[in-house]
C-alpha cells in the first residue's frame, strides 16, 4: 500500500543554516505530494504541495521537487530561521481521497 | 476564516466517561476525517467520511465511533473512555474528486484520559 518515510528527528540548527528533510515515499500511481508544518499547540497547515513529475513546491523560503524516479520529495530551505522551529511532515494523496503521513521530523533552530 | 473548527480545545475525563469531540468545517468539503497525535507516532487515522452519509475506519477505530450529522460537521465520540485514549484529536476535511487538493486541519482537542 501508499506509504511515506520520513527522516527521523529531531534536527537541530543554528541560525542561517541549510536544511534538509528527506522523506520518500511508496505509491501505485501518480499521487500529489505534500509537506506540512505544525508550530507548538496547533493544527498541520500546508507549506507546500506538487502533483507531478519534477514540479517544484515552494512557500516562505521552502522548496521540494517531486522526484518520481528516486520516489522522493526531500524538504529544503537555503537558511533558516529561529521562527522556523516546527515539526514538519510529508504527506502523500492516495486513492479514494486517502492521505498517507510521514512520523515527523522536529526541526530547531537556535540564534 | 474559520476553516476547520474543532470543539472543545482542551478536555479532562475520567476512566469510563463519554464526550463527544466536535469538528465542523466551512469550505463546502466533501471529505472529512478524525485523526489521533501520539509522539513518535505521527498521525494516525481513526475514521473517515468520503461523503455526507459515509464513514469507514481509519487504523485505530476501536473504542470510538463517528457520525456524519451533515456535510459540515463530523463528530467523534468515546463511549467508554480509557486511558489509551489520552492524546491529540485532529479533524481535517478536504475536497474531493480531484487529486491534488489538501487536507485542511482543525487546532486540535487535546484529551486526558485519568
Known amino acids: 500500500g501508499d506509504s511515506v518515510t520520513q527522516m527521523e528527528g529531531p534536527v537541530t540548527l543554528s541560525e542561517e543554516a541549510f536544511l534538509t528533510i528527506n522523506c520518500t515515499y511508496t505509491a501505485t500511481g501518480y499521487p500529489s505530494l505534500f509537506w506540512y508544518v505544525q508550530y507548538p499547540g496547533e493544527g498541520l497547515q500546508l507549506l507546500l504541495k506538487a502533483t507531478k513529475a519534477d514540479d517544484k513546491g515552494s512557500n516562505k523560503g521552502f522548496e521540494a521537487t517531486y522526484r518520481k524516479e528516486t520516489t522522493s520529495f526531500h524538504l529544503e530551505k537555503g537558511s533558516v530561521q529561529v521562527s522556523d522551529s516546527a515539526v514538519y511532515f510529508c504527506a502523500l494523496r492516495g486513492p479514494g481521497n486517502q492521505f498517507y503521513f510521514g512520523t515527523g521530523t522536529s526541526l530547531t533552530v537556535i540564534p | 476564516n474559520a476553516g476547520v473548527t474543532q470543539t472543545p480545545k482542551f478536555q479532562v475525563l475520567k476512566t469510563g466517561q463519554s464526550m463527544t469531540l466536535q469538528c465542523a468545517q466551512d469550505?463546502?468539503?466533501?471529505?472529512m476525517y478524525w485523526y489521533r497525535q501520539d509522539p513518535g507516532m505521527g498521525l494516525r487515522l481513526i475514521y473517515y467520511s468520503a461523503s455526507e452519509g459515509t464513514t469507514d475506519k481509519g487504523e485505530v477505530p476501536n473504542g470510538y465511533n463517528v457520525s456524519r450529522l451533515n456535510k459540515r460537521e463530523f463528530s467523534l465520540r468515546l463511549e467508554s473512555a480509557a486511558p489509551s485514549q489520552t492524546s491529540v484529536y485532529f479533524c481535517a476535511s478536504s475536497e474531493s474528486g480531484g487529486g491534488n487538493q489538501p487536507q485542511h486541519f482543525g487546532d486540535g482537542t487535546r484529551l486526558s484520559i485519568l
Open positions: 469550505m463546502n468539503h466533501n471529505s
